[in-house]
């Protein structure tokens, strides 16, 4: 459970799969907080299309961040069997939403390949490697960019 | 170096207190209280702060205290009287030890020539009162003459007697502790600004104490250490406490000497060797003329192992009358002190405590109505069970909600100072009342209340206030005096201020507001309204502008932060007799009372202390003003009519303002605005939760809360809506609103 700290090439880390329409994609698990069902965000005016809206976290209130239409793919039509993975960005919790999670994977630094010349702008901001796991092709991504507050930061 | 500045930090929170403590006693005093126990009280504050100042080696501050100390301690001991003129020197003194303490804790440098004349006058004081009755002064001289033993004075040190009693009152009486204390105090306790003679004087308030100094290890002058510690102390102690109440005397110093308290049993009746601690008593103004230390060595104890030379002080006769009292004082005061222990806890961790109590109400409340839902019998196990749930949860509430909240006396207590400084400047003389000090509001009310406060009195006392003269010839007394209190009234505070002065001049103010264009020459105003012109921007009542309170800002900066802290203010004017300016606060910034709305289908808050009152717009009353603008008409004026619902970007424009309701707010510079919303929900508590923390700022979202359903609604900024709206012609809402 603790190879997630070591930094050498051949070090392990964990990461939770999850997917958004057909496309697999990963983020690091120290990053994650928890995971939970959908349940309808209150909308916030003024907002980028992606960011849902505000949910209550116990107590406290929680952006959810499409993450669908964050990458570029069309928004996603939140269901029952929508979850919000809920992580740490920064001293920032978010709320993503994708449409299921597939796992927890295992993987060394080294499986983690170069991300592809083919993919859209967008995506490429996000993601910073491909895994490719039993013939499935899973993009690691970073959240780093996902609230607009970071973007906007950022121009 | 962190650790250390981590204690130093505890060190001026812990002098805020003292001073807090300091001052309290010094206004009893004044007040004609001179019970032992307020002086006690005042000296042990000066003293801690100190004895804490010197472990920082803050010199400054130590040689004020130091003055300051010396002269309370006179006072103490009862060899001055604490007259007002002196204790109005002492409040003097407060101030600056304040001050003092305050550019210790910034770092920064202080008004040194206020300090010394202040310092001057005390220890003129102190003056005066020295040369009085040499018996009954031994104590206070020693601590007069050598006030900093192992510094200049180290070489007064010499073996000596003093006998000021008759030993047959140390006979052991039945039921009483007797301790052998052994003290040898290292260099490093004086150097933090500690006395002994204090410790020992401590010492002699428990019981009987018979103090013997150990000066057998005074070096030859050649080889003295003027910062060096050399004696020790040996006292036997006959008291009704136990051995932990003559530690705690030590317990500042404890480490920086070596101190042993053992248990002595009670010595046989006929103790012969006490005789030989008879010494010849020594008048005191001989003192300074004694030379080297080559007087005769008494004969060493027979009985006593300890000591070669020995000074013997009985100090039980020193202060006849005050011992009795004061040891009254002490065990009254201290288990008082252990009976409510404090912590202090992070304001963070208590706040997140709050967080998951609002949240355990919501859940509670949606639990009992999923209970109803399922149909369960009103009077079955679980609903039962339900409600001493609910009954639970509002005590914890209640009681979580009461750790944030704090008396109003840690700001009430900075006015007094304030009236003085100000009373001062002015000229005139003033008495502040404060009542209801231990009123309890949210910390975070009480550290704004502080500024608005500050200002009103400033101004009741600059503005309110005749000159001494003036009210002489109105048969007032000369003294003015101003009212500042504090009581719960209907879930939220109320806090008055009130003078006695002239009240406020109709006429004057309203030709004021005329003259800087705030009124039309004709309007027609009742008195109450008149009144509150001085709440409207750019109104200045003072002739010539003071440095007190005429600064540019008036009272409406006081009303804007009393508005931001979501209170109300009102003033109340009877001419000749005073004015009272009336503020009603919230008792916490954590819950809101708002007006629940519906806007296109969304729940938004919007803060009840913003809305004047609430309209049913009738189509004759909504006109259209340039582009899309409209605007209302409210009794004969127009204000806007800013659609809510348009601004926020939930919908387009609401074609027929009928369909909806429109909401009468007061926005920043006392502009008026309408806010037209869809339906009016009803009014509700809320507890407002911060939108920054997890994602940022909304334009024109102040803040969300969390309704009994479990979701999210946005508490509406009133100020930037209405500021959009009124920008509504220009193409992009979004950027009027960012802009």
Same mark, same amino acid.
């Given at each position: 459970?603790?190879?997630?700290?070591?930094?050498?090439?051949?070090?392990?880390?964990?990461?939770?799969?999850?997917?958004?329409?057909?496309?697999?994609?990963?983020?690091?698990?120290?990053s994650?907080?928890?995971?939970?069902?959908?349940?309808?965000?209150?909308?916030?005016?003024?907002?980028?299309?992606?960011?849902?809206?505000?949910?209550?976290?116990?107590?406290?209130?929680?952006?959810?961040?499409?993450?669908?239409?964050?990458?570029?793919?069309?928004?996603?039509?939140?269901?029952?069997?929508?979850?919000?993975?809920?992580?740490?960005v920064?001293?920032?919790?978010?709320?993503?939403?994708?449409?299921?999670?597939?796992?927890?994977?295992?993987?060394?630094?080294?499986?983690?390949?170069?991300?592809?010349?083919?993919?859209?702008?967008?995506?490429?901001?996000?993601?910073?490697?491909?895994?490719?796991?039993?013939?499935?092709?899973?993009?690691?991504?970073?959240?780093?960019?996902?609230?607009?507050?970071?973007?906007?930061?950022?121009? | 170096?962190?650790?250390?500045?981590?204690?130093?930090?505890?060190?001026?929170?812990?002098?805020?207190?003292?001073?807090?403590?300091?001052?309290?006693g010094?206004?009893?005093?004044?007040?004609?209280?001179?019970?032992?126990?307020?002086?006690?009280?005042?000296?042990?504050?000066?003293?801690?702060?100190?004895?804490?100042?010197?472990?920082?080696?803050?010199?400054?501050?130590?040689?004020?205290?130091?003055?300051?100390?010396?002269?309370m301690?006179?006072?103490?001991?009862?060899?001055?009287?604490?007259?007002?003129?002196?204790?109005?020197?002492?409040?003097?003194?407060?101030?600056?030890?304040?001050d003092?303490?305050?550019?210790?804790?910034?770092?920064?440098?202080?008004d040194?020539?206020?300090?010394?004349?202040?310092?001057?006058?005390?220890?003129?004081?102190?003056?005066?009162?020295?040369?009085?009755?040499?018996?009954?002064?031994?104590?206070?001289?020693?601590?007069?003459?050598?006030?900093?033993?192992?510094?200049?004075?180290?070489?007064?040190?010499?073996?000596?007697?003093?006998?000021?009693?008759?030993?047959?009152?140390?006979?052991?009486?039945?039921?009483?502790?007797?301790?052998?204390?052994?003290?040898?105090?290292r260099?490093?306790?004086?150097?933090?600004?500690?006395?002994?003679?204090?410790?020992?004087?401590?010492?002699?308030?428990?019981?009987?104490?018979?103090v013997?100094?150990?000066?057998?290890?005074?070096?030859?002058?050649?080889?003295?250490?003027?910062?060096?510690?050399?004696?020790?102390?040996?006292?036997?102690?006959?008291?009704?406490?136990?051995?932990?109440?003559?530690?705690?005397i030590?317990?500042?110093v404890?480490?920086?000497?070596?101190?042993?308290?053992?248990?002595?049993?009670?010595?046989?009746?006929a103790?012969?060797?006490?005789?030989?601690?008879?010494?010849?008593?020594?008048?005191?103004?001989?003192?300074?003329?004694?030379?080297?230390?080559?007087?005769?060595?008494?004969?060493?104890?027979?009985?006593?192992?300890?000591?070669?030379?020995?000074?013997?002080?009985?100090?039980?006769?020193?202060?006849p009358?005050?011992?009795?009292?004061?040891?009254?004082?002490?065990?009254?005061? /201290?288990?008082?002190?252990?009976?409510?222990?404090?912590?202090?806890?992070?304001?963070? /961790?208590?706040?997140r405590?709050?967080?998951l109590?609002?949240?355990?109400?919501?859940?509670?409340?949606?639990?009992?109505?999923?209970?109803?839902?399922?149909?369960?019998?009103?009077?079955?196990?679980?609903?039962?069970?339900?409600?001493?749930?609910?009954?639970?949860?509002?005590?914890?509430?209640?009681?979580?909600?009461?750790? /944030?909240?704090?008396?109003?006396?840690?700001?009430?207590?900075?006015?007094?100072?304030?009236?003085?400084?100000?009373?001062?400047?002015?000229?005139?003389?003033? /008495?502040?009342?404060?009542?209801?000090?231990?009123?309890?509001?949210?910390?975070?009310?009480?550290?704004?209340?502080?500024?608005?406060?500050?200002?009103?009195?400033?101004?009741a006392?600059?503005?309110?206030?005749?000159?001494?003269?003036?009210?002489?010839?109105?048969?007032?007394?000369?003294?003015?005096?101003?009212?500042?209190?504090?009581?719960?009234?209907?879930?939220?505070?109320?806090?008055?201020?009130?003078?006695?002065?002239?009240?406020?001049?109709?006429?004057?103010?309203?030709?004021?507001?005329?003259?800087?264009?705030?009124?039309?020459?004709?309007?027609?105003?009742?008195?109450?309204?008149?009144?509150?012109?001085i709440?409207?921007?750019?109104?200045?009542?003072?002739?010539?502008?003071?440095?007190?309170?005429?600064?540019?800002?008036?009272?409406?900066?006081?009303?804007?932060?009393?508005?931001?802290?979501?209170?109300?203010?009102?003033?109340?004017?009877?001419?000749?007799?005073?004015?009272?300016?009336?503020?009603?606060l919230?008792?916490?910034?954590?819950?809101?009372?708002?007006?629940?709305?519906?806007?296109?289908?969304?729940?938004?808050?919007?803060?009840?202390?913003?809305?004047?009152?609430?309209?049913?717009?009738?189509?004759?009353?909504?006109?259209?003003?340039?582009?899309?603008?409209?605007?209302?008409?409210?009794?004969?004026?127009?204000?806007?009519?800013?659609?809510?619902?348009?601004?926020?970007?939930?919908?387009?424009?609401?074609?027929?303002?009928?369909?909806?309701?429109?909401?009468?707010?007061?926005?920043?510079?006392?502009?008026?605005?309408?806010?037209?919303?869809?339906?009016?929900?009803?009014?509700?508590?809320?507890?407002?939760?911060?939108?920054?923390?997890n994602?940022?700022?909304?334009?024109?979202?102040?803040?969300?809360?969390?309704?009994?359903?479990?979701?999210?609604?946005?508490?509406?900024?009133?100020?930037?809506?209405?500021?959009?709206?009124?920008?509504?012609g220009?193409p992009?809402?979004?950027?009027?609103l960012?802009?």
């Amino acid at each position: 459970m603790n190879e997630a700290h070591k930094t050498d090439g051949a070090a392990s880390r964990e990461l939770i799969s999850f997917l958004i329409g057909t496309q697999e994609f990963c983020v690091d698990i120290m990053s994650v907080r928890e995971i939970r069902g959908w349940t309808p965000a209150t909308p916030l005016p003024h907002s980028p299309g992606y960011v849902r809206g505000v949910i209550n976290l116990r107590g406290a209130v929680l952006s959810i961040v499409d993450l669908a239409a964050r990458l570029g793919f069309p928004p996603t039509e939140p269901s029952a069997r929508a979850v919000i993975i809920v992580a740490q960005v920064g001293h920032q919790v978010v709320g993503l939403l994708v449409d299921a999670v597939t796992g927890i994977l295992t993987v060394t630094s080294d499986t983690v390949q170069p991300t592809p010349d083919v993919a859209s702008d967008m995506a490429r901001s996000f993601v910073t490697g491909v895994l490719a796991v039993d013939g499935r092709m899973i993009s690691l991504i970073t959240l780093d960019h996902v609230l607009p507050a970071a973007e906007r930061q950022a121009a | 170096m962190d650790a250390l500045a981590e204690i130093k930090q505890t060190f001026f929170q812990e002098c805020e207190e003292q001073l807090v403590e300091l001052e309290t006693g010094l206004l009893a005093i004044e007040a004609g209280d001179h019970d032992s126990e307020v002086v006690n009280a005042v000296f042990r504050a000066v003293h801690s702060v100190k004895g804490g100042a010197g472990a920082f080696n803050l010199t400054d501050l130590v040689h004020f205290a130091h003055t300051f100390e010396n002269a309370m301690d006179l006072v103490r001991v009862g060899r001055l009287a604490p007259a007002p003129p002196l204790v109005r020197v002492m409040l003097r003194a407060a101030d600056i030890l304040a001050d003092l303490v305050r550019a210790a804790r910034a770092d920064a440098p202080h008004d040194a020539a206020r300090a010394a004349a202040v310092a001057a006058e005390l220890t003129a004081c102190c003056a005066e009162a020295a040369p009085k009755g040499a018996k009954a002064t031994a104590v206070g001289s020693v601590a007069a003459a050598a006030p900093e033993p192992a510094a200049d004075d180290a070489f007064e040190f010499v073996p000596l007697a003093v006998d000021l009693s008759d030993f047959g009152d140390l006979a052991p009486m039945p039921g009483l502790n007797r301790f052998r204390i052994t003290f040898r105090p290292r260099p490093e306790l004086y150097a933090k600004g500690n006395d002994t003679v204090i410790l020992m004087r401590e010492l002699a308030l428990l019981g009987d104490a018979l103090v013997t100094c150990d000066t057998g290890g005074l070096p030859g002058l050649a080889d003295i250490d003027p910062e060096g510690a050399y004696f020790g102390w040996t006292v036997m102690l006959e008291t009704e406490r136990d051995e932990a109440a003559v530690r705690e005397i030590f317990d500042f110093v404890e480490w920086d000497s070596t101190l042993e308290v053992e248990p002595v049993a009670a010595p046989a009746p006929a103790e012969p060797d006490e005789e030989e601690f008879v010494f010849e008593p020594i008048p005191l103004d001989e003192l300074p003329d004694l030379g080297p230390p080559d007087l005769d060595p008494p004969a060493p104890a027979p009985g006593e192992a300890e000591p070669s030379q020995a000074v013997v002080v009985p100090l039980r006769a020193a202060e006849p009358a005050a011992v009795p009292a004061a040891a009254d004082a002490a065990t009254e005061h /201290r288990p008082a002190a252990q009976a409510s222990p404090t912590i202090r806890v992070d304001l963070d /961790r208590v706040d997140r405590l709050i967080d998951l109590v609002g949240e355990l109400v919501i859940n509670q409340a949606m639990l009992a109505e999923r209970v109803n839902e399922a149909g369960l019998a009103r009077m079955s196990q679980v609903a039962v069970g339900l409600d001493e749930l609910e009954q639970l949860t509002r005590e914890i509430q209640d009681s979580v909600m009461a750790i /944030r909240a704090q008396p109003v006396k840690s700001v009430f207590q900075r006015m007094p100072r304030l009236a003085r400084e100000v009373a001062m400047q002015v000229g005139k003389s003033v /008495r502040l009342v404060t009542e209801g000090e231990n009123t309890e509001v949210d910390k975070t009310v009480i550290e704004r209340l502080s500024d608005p406060l500050t200002h009103m009195i400033r101004n009741a006392i600059d503005h309110g206030l005749e000159r001494p003269e003036v009210r002489l010839a109105a048969g007032k007394p000369e003294e003015g005096q101003v009212r500042l209190s504090a009581l719960h009234r209907s879930g939220r505070i109320v806090i008055e201020i009130s003078d006695d002065g002239a009240g406020i001049n109709r006429e004057r103010v309203r030709a004021i507001a005329v003259e800087k264009g705030l009124i039309p020459p004709d309007t027609k105003l009742t008195d109450e309204e008149t009144d509150n012109l001085i709440f409207l921007p750019g109104f200045s009542t003072a002739a010539t502008i003071s440095d007190i309170s005429g600064r540019g800002v008036g009272m409406d900066v006081v009303k804007r932060s009393i508005q931001a802290l979501g209170g109300r203010i009102s003033i109340a004017s009877v001419p000749g007799k005073g004015s009272t300016f009336t503020m009603s606060l919230p008792l916490t910034l954590a819950v809101l009372d708002g007006m629940v709305v519906t806007v296109a289908g969304h729940t938004l808050v919007i803060p009840l202390t913003a809305i004047v009152e609430i309209l049913l717009p009738k189509a004759t009353e909504v006109h259209g003003f340039g582009g899309n603008a409209r605007v209302i008409g409210v009794r004969n004026g127009f204000i806007p009519l800013v659609d809510v619902g348009e601004v926020m970007g939930f919908r387009g424009s609401l074609e027929d303002a009928r369909a909806g309701v429109a909401l009468l707010v007061e926005i920043e510079g006392g502009a008026r605005s309408a806010l037209l919303v869809d339906a009016i929900q009803g009014q509700r508590q809320v507890v407002i939760k911060s939108l920054e923390s997890n994602y940022g700022h909304v334009p024109g979202i102040a803040a969300a809360t969390i309704l009994g359903d479990g979701r999210v609604a946005l508490i509406l900024d009133v100020d930037t809506v209405a500021a959009a709206g009124s920008r509504v012609g220009s193409p992009d809402l979004t950027l009027a609103l960012a802009g």
